[in-house]
């Protein structure tokens, strides 16, 4: 019989299986009662008893999963006689599927690195893992840590995404290759810690006031929301001392001058917990 088996998962084994049955003396027995079995899926379809030369042979169609599989041979009465067992190794098909393992929807910090990686898997149309499969992946800001990944033993694509410098959703869209499989990954910029002010004058709405706008970004530029802005004035009169900034990252306050003050007045503005 065939010493070495094997075929794509789920497809016919190109030759058939042949068995020749003797007896201890090596004669060939024919018309003897023979019975094939799978015990891993798919199919085998074979001779219920041996030609006149004491063959028989069998078609083997393999089950869906990729490893090694059986079939059984049972030869006249199988209370005397033991089956034989047939091994064949089952390979993946082609690949055919990207899915989505672990990473999607991650956030993080702008211009730095997701916490973990985005996590793919190649398989063949039966679900069986696909190693040397190429997937193509392009970020719409940012940087990958490349643009064609290949696929491990297990199926496995790992894309490590260094997020760009916007506060802003972002988007990596993934591509098997030579197939129509996408996938569009996402993940949230967050804006920085603070690491500028600039503090703007503006004419007040009536005499004698003055309007301050604060700008507060993060290193890239991003609008810091939400920041504790204290500002203080050697002179006249501010109508808070401490306001948080809003959507865009501006904190207003008014200034309303002193008529009895003739001198310089200084007015400062910084980040409340930081240096600026």
Not at 61 to 68: D, E, F, K, Q
């Amino acid at each position: 019989f065939n010493a070495e088996l094997g075929g794509e998962v789920g497809r016919e084994i190109g030759e058939p299986i042949r068995v020749r049955v003797t007896d201890t003396l090596g004669v060939a027995l024919a018309h003897v009662r023979t019975a094939w079995a799978t015990t891993d899926g798919g199919s085998v379809s074979g001779g219920a008893r041996t030609d006149s030369a004491g063959w028989t042979e069998a078609r083997w169609t393999l089950g869906p999963r990729a490893g090694m599989q059986r079939t059984t041979l049972s030869v006249g009465n199988p209370r005397f006689i033991s089956a034989t067992t047939f091994r064949a190794t089952a390979t993946p098909g082609a690949a055919r599927r990207l899915r989505l393992v672990a990473g999607d929807a991650q956030r993080a910090t702008v211009g730095s690195a997701l916490p973990k990686p985005i996590s793919l898997r190649v398989t063949d149309s039966l679900g069986n893992a696909v190693s040397g499969a190429s997937v193509r992946a392009m970020s719409s800001a940012g940087a990958l840590s490349d643009s064609i990944f290949s696929s491990g033993a297990d199926g496995s694509v790992h894309m490590k995404w260094t997020l760009g410098e916007r506060a802003t959703a972002q988007r990596v869209d993934a591509q098997l290759v030579g197939t129509e499989e996408r996938l569009a990954l996402t993940a949230t910029a967050r804006v920085g810690a603070p690491a500028a002010i600039e503090l703007v004058v503006q004419r007040g709405s009536s005499r004698g006031t003055t309007r301050l706008v604060a700008r507060v970004q993060d290193a890239h530029g991003n609008a810091v929301v939400g920041g504790a802005v204290a500002v203080a004035a050697s002179g006249g009169k501010l109508n808070v001392m401490r306001v948080r900034t809003d959507s865009a990252g501006r904190a207003q306050v008014t200034w309303i001058s002193s008529a009895a003050s003739r001198t310089a007045v200084r007015i400062t503005a910084t980040v409340v917990g930081t240096k600026l």
